[in-house]
């Protein structure tokens, strides 16, 4: 017999300890509590902080073909990011980068400058 046939095969694995298996239907991991309360604390975890956009009850609502038009500025990513700025400094930098955003979109956010609806992108009450 070769000397090759002799010697097992080395695995990367050897050089771990070995370790007990599982018995079966044991679940990986420790079983600490049983409670539900594991599951609130994780789902409050998940939740995700908004903020409160001031509002003023006097304004009335935009046209809802005007916020289609928004909201598809505010999805398309060809104009960069938009989280953390306006719709307006969001347009006028893609305008700087040569990246030809709608007119119509800008004229809208002027006439419409002081209404939250259009003014902040679909994100703007969530923190970064």
């Given amino acids: 017999m ?3 046939a002799m010697e097992q095969s080395r695995r990367i694995t050897d050089s771990f300890p070995r370790r007990r298996r599982r018995g079966p239907g044991r679940p990986p ?3 600490k509590d049983k409670n539900k309360n594991t599951k609130d604390k994780d789902k409050e975890k998940v939740q995700v902080k908004v903020r409160e ?3 003023s009850p006097s304004q009335p609502a935009p046209d809802p073909a005007l916020l ?3 909201r598809r ?3 398309s990513w060809e104009y960069g990011p938009c989280s953390g700025i306006t719709r307006l ?3 006028e930098r893609a305008q700087e980068l040569g990246l030809s955003p709608p007119g119509p979109i800008r004229d809208a956010l002027l006439e419409h400058r002081d209404n939250p609806d259009v003014t902040y992108s679909l994100w703007h009450e969530y923190e970064l």
């Fill in 2 to 4: 070769s000397r090759r």
């Fill in 29 to 31: 991991g420790r079983l």
């Fill in 53 to 55: 956009c001031p509002r």
């Fill in 68 to 70: 289609e038009m928004l």
């Fill in 73 to 75: 500025f505010d999805l």
């Fill in 89 to 91: 400094q969001r347009w």
